[in-house]
């Protein structure tokens, strides 16, 4: 690879890598092509976190509940990173600035670069995580960062670059955060307590369950999407207070503790079968000790609401309503940029230049109105093309060739029409 910015090239071949890394034993320093099986997380980080007067970030330690000791940060947003990876349960092992990545630029200057996170995963896996706000990602740093993820790859890491995180989440997770030291006594998390309660066996556990509402529902044919969705043999001849006692039961067995419900608006209260539909399941509410998640489209000006039954649906549920991402304000622009970031950082194209997709937020939001979905579509459908044409890249250009879903494309402003005028007369 070759990379042009600044004085901050990566080498033209990974070989011209170099890492540099502590542990009890000193430090360390080899080609990258020569390291293998060093457990980061084991180690110690390579540069400290001062401290001093007029600082403008806020460095200190986060106690891991991962680790079980302290993980360095050097600023807020690091904070939250941390926490988040140390809220992960599929993370074993956590370390802040785990190495140094060496290497020359053209001129023939040594350039460096130490991530700000090293995550093992329990099945070997791991991740490098540098933080950074999406708007303060200069051309200096995007090349640091491209070099770092080629590096990555090469050792056959993870790697992800990770700006701002919802306040409301991490206001959620700060606080349950000082409830994860062993000085409160808790050895496991609170979902698994939860499972554990209702479910005290030592057999299966299905926490989570999803089923859809299909069109013209009846009760049966709902309680019999919850049979499908739990492998429940279903017999022609079963009624539906036979299959719904079976469902119930599972689940109360399984200790399932989130019922997703999604395409509610399927729900038609004006008609017997969708009021009957709803009875059945506000019964199901009652019999099974989860809480409940509804999800559909338009459910305040629908039906839902309507009559004896639509009121005693509000009465047990809160409204969240959703809407497309916008970009009149700054944190709006960060939201969307931080979408478009994720699903860039999931990408397996050989390739694609990371960073492509951000600089594009502007016209991707006027592609697909700021709709998750179809954003998702768009990139997807790129993507395939991609790899079908041998690009192993997503462009403008082929993001262009990709025809989006009706939703976008009725969301999208249409062009002016040109002004019509009287042809001039004939002289």
């Known amino acids: 690879m070759r990379l042009h910015d600044q004085g901050a090239s990566a080498p033209s071949h990974t070989d011209g890598f170099e890492v540099g890394w502590r542990d009890a034993g000193g430090e360390h320093r080899v080609p990258l092509f020569e390291f293998s099986g060093v457990e980061f997380e084991a180690g110690l980080p390579v540069r400290g976190f001062p401290s001093y007067r007029g600082q403008r970030h806020f460095p200190g330690l986060y106690w891991s509940a991962t680790t079980g000791g302290h993980v360095g940060f050097e600023s807020w947003l690091e904070r939250d990173h941390v926490m988040l990876l140390d809220f992960t349960p599929e993370v074993t092992g956590l370390l802040s600035q785990p190495f140094w990545l060496f290497w020359e630029n053209e001129r023939g200057k040594q350039v460096s670069h130490a991530p700000d996170y090293f995550a093992r995963f329990e099945d070997g896996r791991g991740l490098m995580v540098d933080c950074r706000p999406l708007d303060r990602i200069d051309a200096r740093t995007a090349v640091k960062f491209a070099a770092t993820q080629a590096a990555?790859?090469?050792?056959?890491?993870?790697?992800?670059?990770?700006?701002?995180?919802?306040?409301?989440?991490?206001?959620?997770?700060?606080?349950?955060?000082?409830y994860r030291h062993p000085r409160h006594g808790v050895a496991e998390g609170l979902v698994e307590q939860l499972v554990r309660r209702r479910s005290p066996g030592t057999g299966p556990a299905l926490p989570v369950v999803f089923v859809t509402v299909p069109p013209a529902a009846t009760p049966k044919i709902l309680a019999g999407e919850f049979a499908r969705f739990l492998g429940i043999p279903l017999h022609y001849r079963m009624s539906q207070v036979q299959i719904t006692n079976a469902v119930c039961d599972l689940l109360g067995s399984l200790g399932t503790v989130l019922v997703l419900v999604d395409e509610i608006h399927n729900l038609d209260l004006t008609t017997r079968s969708g009021a009957e539909a709803s009875d059945q399941l506000k019964y199901l509410t009652e019999r099974i000790a989860a809480t409940f998640v509804l999800a559909g489209l338009n459910v305040e000006t629908g039906t839902l609401f309507q009559g004896v039954r639509g009121q005693q649906i509000a009465g047990r549920y809160s409204v969240v309503a959703s809407k497309a991402f916008g970009r009149r304000s700054r944190a709006d622009r960060e939201q969307w940029q931080a979408l478009i970031a994720t699903m860039e950082s999931s990408l397996r194209l050989d390739r694609h230049k990371p960073g492509t997709l951000l600089a594009l937020d502007a016209y991707l939001h006027d592609r697909t109105s700021g709709l998750i979905g179809s954003l998702s579509q768009l990139i997807r459908e790129a993507a395939i093309t991609a790899i079908d044409t041998g690009s192993e890249k997503i462009t403008k250009r082929s993001l262009e060739s990709v025809e989006l879903d009706h939703t976008a494309q009725q969301s999208q402003p249409k062009p002016p029409s040109g002004r019509t005028g009287r042809k001039p007369k004939a002289a």
């Open 152 to 178: 990555c790859a090469s050792a056959g890491w993870g790697y992800r670059v990770v700006g701002e995180v919802d306040a409301v989440r991490m206001a959620n997770v700060r606080w349950l955060t000082g």
